[in-house]
């Protein structure tokens, strides 16, 4: 039985943030597919304007999957994760066997053309995708801020500067460009 994209189904069942007090839950599902425009967004501009050759749709659909392996392992919060090197490297040695679960989900015949973008091993677009998945994490630090939650404001201030510390053209023109409209209300953006 193909139980591969039941299984993917579930991402809307793992919260994130799980350590902060939230105005509004964020899941895993909502979280990828906006890492998955702006991946997309990003990698476009690169090309655009930089003159840059990037895959923007695989990276959007890199993207979709980016968090996947926390159906599994659930979405473990950055201070954790990152904590030390030993947590990091064995919790992406946890990851990696939740992909290869997830990968041996589907069909024999289908684990080849899903295998690049649930385990992604291609540098440039991993780049654009983790720029892209910070850059989702500001949004939301932003919109609890502007809710009136001070917890996310510790949180807003790392990702600004683990932003403004990736070398990548594109991110700069985004932050200098759209983000801003991230802090209007419905009726600014009309």
Known sequence: MNT????????????????????KTENISEHSLETAILAHALATVANTRFNEN??????????MFHDASEIITGDMPTPVKYYNPGIRDAYKQVEK???????????????????????????EIERYVKA????????KCIEEVRMGNREFLKAKEATEKSLEQME?????????ECLPAYYLTLDELG
Do not use: H
């Open 168 to 176: 990548l053209p594109a991110l700069k023109v985004f932050v200098d």
């Open 132 to 139: 892209a998945d910070k850059l989702s994490a500001l949004i």
């Open 54 to 63: 990037i895959d923007a749709d695989k990276a959007a659909v890199v993207a």
């Open 97 to 123: 066997v939740a992909e290869d679960k997830l990968l041996s989900m589907l069909p024999e015949d289908l684990r080849a053309a899903y295998k690049p973008v649930v385990s992604n091993t291609d540098a």
């Open 4 to 23: 591969f994209y039941a299984m993917i189904s579930r991402m809307k069942y793992i919260n994130r943030w799980g350590l902060m007090n939230n105005t």
